[in-house]
């Protein structure tokens, strides 16, 4: 296998050679204690062979996009190009991008190229500064194509304005992969001097390719929005299999709690229409048993939908496709609407949270407008109005928190959750940096979900290394096992990334950390509850 | 007296630029709204901004007045304007070199306007004593100005060329752009030391523009006629560039950033939503019916053989 041999430039996507890098495990960033010896992360493997045939393992042997989409003759080649300049060209009118317009062109004009937002970018400096990764790179690859291809002053004076690039399907293959090697956390952005944003460029590579040509991850498309469009959940779980799960988690409360508690299903004219990821109902049924308890506890009226789309808090249109976005968004909100409630709220899904609060509210319009909010206000006033009496000693163990990007600096949800923390868990300590300023737990953007290939190797070494890293911080002075640790994580996604990190460096086994939601340690602290709630068991 | 060439190029450079300028922006602000994606922290938010919150943390916010700070947006909007802050904050070596760059141009900036100040003095309205005030911060301002501008400016490009990290991601034309504004440094160096230590000149000069007469136009070496020319090209050419980026940062903080206006019923950005989503969809992949609008696509939920969703 040929590898590139000496220092990346953004011109090299279109190198002939067949993987522009290959990683192990000594070029990435060196871990903390007790992950700083050898042995004790696994080996990073190469692409199978026959997976080169059909899929871009061209940038770094990993495939995000588990589509067959190589060209397999120049005819194809040319018709990928040409399709990409369609798309381009699309990405820059009014009609084909007003959601995104103004932000894109802003981005790729004004970069002065400083380099100041790599080194807020987790990926890259866990990566070891592999420069596939640097924010600039897949950006900069974007921009010169758009100086050479669409601007007059790029046609005129060629590689003088746009800088060297040269568009041929290793080009575009190793774009579209780059762009499912940012996580969109945007920690970039926050850092520019002049506010462009490379995680943007990310969105809208991805978007170019689904909207224009229908290349997207199968997890994020096929088995994600069109099968929440078509079946009701990107899980798919249909709403009599949702129906059955809610039973079961009545059950399950009854057993825990001593008492049935009737979950309100298609409760016309409710308060709240409470949305979960559905990835709870099935990994983690603890989350709605906890919702459950609280909000019958508190005495708030509230419904679950068993409608299809509705029952499933996720939208991952936000991360590849405005369309998909809207149409999942569109869906909320007019069932909410049928079922004549107040407002949506969203579960612990960090971006549930920001697709329908934030970036569908300049999709939502009418009759498909209704109110949306996080969930975390509101279980912070049962705490702060003490509607449940709770006793922070049950929680007294070692617990940090996980802000979920799109949650947290991506629409502000900050405080809410650190309240309850410093109420309800007298060892919560931060993990640092945190807040809007935290690292994004690997998963985000769709990696969570992504389990295709050798992707999740990719995901559990390197986008998730930060955040294992934050986490054997946080927890230096308790690394005991015989202590048990909670990493609180409000967001179905970023557990799931969680999950597949501590399993990955087996840190269940070895440190005995452990990871939930918040609502699960708000129960476990119910005054009225006789066992714990939260179960020490790696799941 | 007739105007000079010179002057009359450096009327034309005057204009230009004011008027690419403000092309530009009308361009950034007539582009349609697009979906909010702000960033925290967002400064305006009153009592939220030290940590990055927003007014989503309430419960039933959209009910609730909004409680937004002028000054915590100017505070960022300057610190990051006149100290560079989120580069002095994030990679502190190139602050030492791109700060004085600035800074140097910002006195550059205001150098122009006391002269201009000057001419006004000089011409129409004699304050004596203001136009001595003048004439000092003109020595200050134009002095230290054009020292650290170049000094700036020369280590920009020294470090331009010696990172790789920026080398690799630079463009010809972004190596001529500095060239091109140390080429008018240096000249104005030259000018300054040669022809004029006290600006004695450039405030005859710019007299004479004030005026609009030729009479009162001091006689210039040929550094000085190379200089102005220089100049005023400078002028045409930045808006034309990426240096303008100072229209774009506006933009991409107060536009996009910091943009979390709500959408509420009978709003104004509810109308906006409503015009944009009835424009057609151009894009082609298979779950997209090409020319419907967005709000057909998104709303009609074509079905497939089996009576469900097809997308």
């Not at chain 2, 944009?276 to 709000?295: E, Q």
Request: hydrophobic share 40%; charged share 25%.
């Amino acid at each position: 296998m040929e590898i590139l041999s000496r220092e990346i430039k953004p011109e090299d996507a279109a190198s002939p050679v067949d993987q522009l890098v290959k990683l192990t495990v000594r070029d990435l960033e060196k871990l903390p204690p007790p992950y700083d010896k050898p042995g004790m992360e696994p080996e990073l493997t190469d692409p199978k062979p026959e997976w080169k045939e059909k899929y871009a393992t061209d940038l770094d042997g990993y495939i995000a996009i588990d589509l067959p989409w190589k060209p397999k003759n120049k005819e194809e080649e040319e018709r990928l190009i040409k399709s990409f300049l369609n798309g381009l060209n699309k990405l820059l009118t009014k009609e084909g991008n007003w959601t995104f317009l103004q932000p894109l062109l802003l981005s790729l004009e004004y970069c002065a190229k400083c380099q100041t937002c790599s080194n807020a970018c987790p990926i890259y400096i866990m990566s070891g500064k592999q420069e596939v990764y640097k924010p600039t790179w897949r950006a900069e690859i974007l921009r010169r194509i758009w100086k050479k291809y669409c601007t007059p002053a790029g046609k005129i004076f060629g590689k003088f304005v746009s800088g060297d690039i040269e568009l041929n399907a290793k080009t575009l293959m190793r774009l579209a992969e780059s762009a499912y090697r940012c996580t969109l956390c945007r920690r970039c952005t926050q850092t520019c001097p002049i506010g462009v944003d490379n995680g943007l460029i990310s969105h809208e590579i991805r978007k170019l390719f689904s909207q224009e040509m229908g290349i997207a991850p199968k997890a994020l498309h096929e088995l994600g929005t069109v099968q929440h469009l078509k079946v009701g959940s990107s899980t798919g779980l249909t709403p009599d299999g949702v129906k059955d799960i809610i039973e079961f988690i009545e059950d399950d409360i009854e057993d825990k709690i001593g008492k049935r508690i009737k979950i309100p299903v298609d409760e016309k004219g409710a308060d709240i229409l409470l949305i979960h990821n559905a990835g709870e109902f099935l990994s983690w049924p603890e989350n709605p048993a906890a919702f459950a308890i609280l909000f019958e506890e508190a005495g708030i009226s509230w419904t679950l939908s068993s409608e299809q789309v509705a029952y499933d808090a996720v939208n991952y249109g936000v991360w590849y496709d405005d369309l998909q976005l809207a149409r999942i968004a569109a869906k909320h909100a007019e069932i909410a609407n049928k079922l004549e409630v107040n407002k949506i709220v969203v579960g612990e899904c960090g971006h549930a949270h920001k697709a329908i609060t934030v970036i569908a509210d300049r999709v939502l319009h009418d009759d498909i407008w209704i109110p949306r909010e996080s969930c975390m206000p509101i279980l912070w006033e049962i705490v702060k109005k003490e509607k449940i009496n709770f006793d922070p000693e049950k929680n007294n163990f070692p617990v940090t928190l996980h802000d979920p990007c799109n949650m947290v600096r991506l629409m502000g949800v900050v405080e809410p959750q650190r309240k309850i923390l410093r109420k309800l868990a007298p060892q919560f300590r931060e993990m640092e940096p945190h807040g809007v300023y935290n690292y994004c737990c690997g998963g985000g953007s769709g990696f969570a979900i992504m389990q295709s290939m050798n992707f999740p190797e990719w995901r559990n070494a390197v986008a998730t290394r930060m955040k294992f890293k934050q986490v054997l911080e946080a927890f230096k002075d308790c690394l005991d096992p015989s202590i048990n640790k909670y990493i609180c994580a409000p967001c179905s996604n970023c557990k799931g990334a969680i999950r597949d990190m501590l399993s990955y460096y087996q840190a269940s086994e070895r440190l005995s950390i452990y990871y939930g939601g918040l609502v699960e340690l708000m129960v476990n602290a119910m005054v009225d509850l006789e066992e714990p709630f939260v179960e020490w068991e790696f799941h | 007296m007739p105007i000079s060439a010179l002057m009359a190029l450096s009327y034309a450079a005057f204009a230009i630029f004011v008027i690419v300028v403000a092309s530009k922006w009308v361009k950034w602000s007539s582009m349609p709204m697009h979906l909010r994606w702000e960033l925290y922290p967002v400064p305006h938010e009153a009592g939220r901004n030290q940590y990055g919150g927003s007014y989503i943390e309430e419960v039933d916010y959209w009910k609730k007045p909004r409680e937004t700070t002028l000054a915590g947006e100017l505070k960022d909007m300057f610190s990051e304007m006149l100290f560079i802050k989120r580069v002095y904050e994030y990679k502190r070596p190139l602050w030492w070199l791109t700060y004085p760059f600035h800074a140097g141009i910002y006195l550059i900036l205001a150098w122009f306007f006391l002269l201009f100040v000057h001419g006004i003095l000089s011409v129409y309205i004699s304050i004596p004593v203001l136009a001595k005030v003048v004439y000092y911060l003109i020595q200050i301002c134009g002095t230290i100005g054009i020292i650290a501008a170049t000094l700036g400016c020369i280590g920009l490009i020294i470090r331009r060329f010696s990172d790789k990290d920026m080398l690799n991601y630079t463009a010809g034309v972004e190596i001529f752009n500095l060239f091109f504004i140390l080429i008018v440094l240096l000249t104005g160096i030259a000018t300054w030391i040669t022809y004029d230590p006290n600006f004695q000149h450039a405030m005859e000069f710019m007299k004479a523009l004030v005026a609009f007469n030729s009479a009162y136009l001091p006689k210039l070496t040929t550094i000085a006629e190379v200089h102005v020319i220089l100049l005023c090209l400078l002028w045409i050419y930045i808006p034309f560039t990426k240096m303008s980026h100072f229209i774009g940062k506006y933009f991409t903080f107060h536009k996009v950033l910091w943009d979390d206006e709500l959408n509420v019923p009978g709003s104004k950005v509810e109308a906006k939503v409503r015009e944009l989503t009835r424009l057609p969809m151009p894009w082609s992949a298979p779950h997209v019916d090409t020319g419907k609008s967005w709000d057909e696509n998104a709303l009609e939920n074509p079905k497939d053989e089996w009576g469900r969703w097809k997308y």
